[in-house]
């Protein structure tokens, strides 16, 4: 007679999944807030909008990282990759003027190693604490055959709120205002397919031994996965002394097709390239990968993770306000009317 199988035989390991839950909780306390009615380990999760709203309007928002992951496996850097996941979704849900309330997370492998999911999520539990939302819930799904060993994804779900009449839509973006550009980190979690390419082509690898050299004062690895930059916080606080009109989460698509979704049809916006400093990791991309300028604003922030319109009588006082809350800000450019048949953002 054949013995019996167990699902630890069948590749997934209950114990280890008990373990992971037992590791998640206490990073999970840390980023607990006001809303937050239960802990991590029920079938769902509760939270009670602030009674601080008065007409409510909730905002979600889901993303992964992409294929970021790929050099994470080759380098084993799994720390920044959750405030990766965590930046993604906040800063896109924040564009419309809502404060991220919590964040759930997916997790899913083939074989379940408790030590890099761990660092998966105390990456996550960190990102939430820099967009001041609650981890409140997730799933980690071990699937044997679908992924590789040593391999996962990643998904992430965050749901703010906003006052109904303090959304933010771009709608009262008028000819004259200013577009101001907040620093990016790096590329964030954009373009990475080609950031890969451009790694290979150049040192044959994604994890050849250069990754490891010198590069401005940090090695390239600690450039190319520099996590994704959370703005809330900052952009929060502006909103509640200016009027902001519009924001733009630079994302895939580069500067010139995110800033266009946040504008009205009848303005352009014209950007100044020698407004701001590429960072050296784009400028080593563009000269190793021969990407052409034109490509380089449509795939990569080139150092711009977040556009801000505000009307040009307030953007000294924003500017001044971003940076005292810690933020590398410069003017990038202005609103103009935009001519028919023209393009919605010109970078010159």
Same mark, same amino acid.
């Given at each position: #007679?054949?013995?019996?199988?167990?699902?630890?035989?069948?590749?997934v390991d209950i114990d280890a999944g008990d373990a992971l839950v037992e590791r998640i909780k206490p990073l999970a306390r840390r980023t607990l807030r006001e809303g937050v009615l239960g802990g991590i380990g029920g079938f769902g999760a509760?939270?009670?909008?602030?009674?601080? $709203?008065?007409?409510?309007?909730?905002?979600?928002?889901?993303?992964?990282?992409?294929?970021?992951?790929?050099?994470?496996?080759?380098?084993?850097?799994?720390?920044?990759?959750?405030?990766?996941?965590?930046?993604?979704? @906040?800063?896109?849900?924040?564009?419309?003027?809502?404060?991220?309330?919590? *964040?759930?997370?997916?997790?899913?492998?083939?074989?379940?190693?408790?030590?890099?999911?761990?660092?998966? /999520?105390?990456?996550?539990?960190?990102?939430?604490?820099?967009?001041?939302?609650?981890?409140?819930?997730?799933?980690?799904?071990?699937?044997?055959?679908?992924?590789?060993?040593?391999?996962?994804?990643?998904?992430?779900?965050?749901?703010?709120? /906003?006052?109904?009449?303090? &959304?933010?839509?771009?709608?009262? &973006?008028?000819?004259?205002d200013v577009v101001l550009g907040l620093a990016s980190d790096g590329a964030h979690s954009n373009g990475y397919s080609l950031v890969r390419k451009v790694i290979e082509r150049a040192w044959g690898r994604i994890d050849a031994p250069q990754?490891?050299?010198? *590069?401005?004062?940090?090695?390239?690895?600690?450039? @190319?996965?520099?996590?994704?930059?959370? $703005?809330?916080?900052?952009?929060?606080?502006?909103?509640?002394?200016?009027?902001?009109?519009?924001?733009?989460?630079?994302?895939?698509?580069?500067? /010139?097709?995110?800033?266009?979704?946040?504008?009205?049809?009848? /303005?352009?916006?014209?950007?100044?390239?020698?407004?701001?400093? #590429?960072?050296?990791?784009?400028?080593?991309?563009?000269?190793?990968?021969?990407?052409?300028?034109?490509?380089?604003?449509? @795939?990569?922030?080139?150092?711009?993770? #977040?556009a801000v319109v505000v009307a040009a009588d307030d953007a000294d006082e924003a500017l001044t306000r971003l940076q005292g809350a810690g933020e590398t800000v410069w003017r990038i450019g202005e609103i103009v009317e935009r001519t028919p048949?023209?393009?919605?953002? @010109?970078?010159?």
């Amino acid at each position: #007679m054949s013995s019996s199988l167990s699902y630890k035989d069948a590749g997934v390991d209950i114990d280890a999944g008990d373990a992971l839950v037992e590791r998640i909780k206490p990073l999970a306390r840390r980023t607990l807030r006001e809303g937050v009615l239960g802990g991590i380990g029920g079938f769902g999760a509760l939270f009670e909008i602030p009674k601080r $709203y008065r007409e409510p309007v909730l905002v979600a928002g889901t993303d992964g990282v992409g294929t970021k992951l790929r050099l994470a496996f080759a380098l084993d850097r799994h720390d920044g990759i959750g405030i990766d996941l965590v930046g993604m979704s @906040v800063n896109d849900i924040l564009v419309q003027g809502a404060e991220p309330l919590f *964040f759930l997370d997916y997790f899913a492998c083939g074989r379940l190693d408790v030590d890099t999911a761990a660092r998966v /999520v105390g990456g996550i539990a960190r990102g939430c604490e820099l967009a001041g939302c609650a981890l409140i819930g997730g799933e980690t799904a071990e699937m044997p055959g679908m992924y590789p060993d040593g391999e996962y994804d990643l998904a992430g779900f965050a749901v703010g709120a /906003v006052e109904k009449s303090k &959304i933010i839509d771009g709608r009262g &973006i008028e000819s004259g205002d200013v577009v101001l550009g907040l620093a990016s980190d790096g590329a964030h979690s954009n373009g990475y397919s080609l950031v890969r390419k451009v790694i290979e082509r150049a040192w044959g690898r994604i994890d050849a031994p250069q990754m490891q050299d010198d *590069f401005h004062g940090s090695s390239f690895a600690d450039a @190319v996965m520099a996590p994704t930059r959370i $703005y809330v916080k900052p952009l929060l606080e502006l909103m509640q002394h200016l009027p902001v009109k519009g924001m733009a989460h630079i994302t895939g698509g580069g500067l /010139v097709e995110n800033v266009p979704r946040v504008l009205p049809e009848t /303005v352009a916006a014209r950007l100044y390239r020698d407004a701001w400093q #590429m960072p050296p990791l784009f400028e080593w991309l563009q000269r190793n990968g021969g990407i052409a300028d034109e490509e380089m604003h449509r @795939v990569f922030n080139c150092g711009i993770g #977040m556009a801000v319109v505000v009307a040009a009588d307030d953007a000294d006082e924003a500017l001044t306000r971003l940076q005292g809350a810690g933020e590398t800000v410069w003017r990038i450019g202005e609103i103009v009317e935009r001519t028919p048949g023209g393009a919605a953002t @010109v970078v010159v």
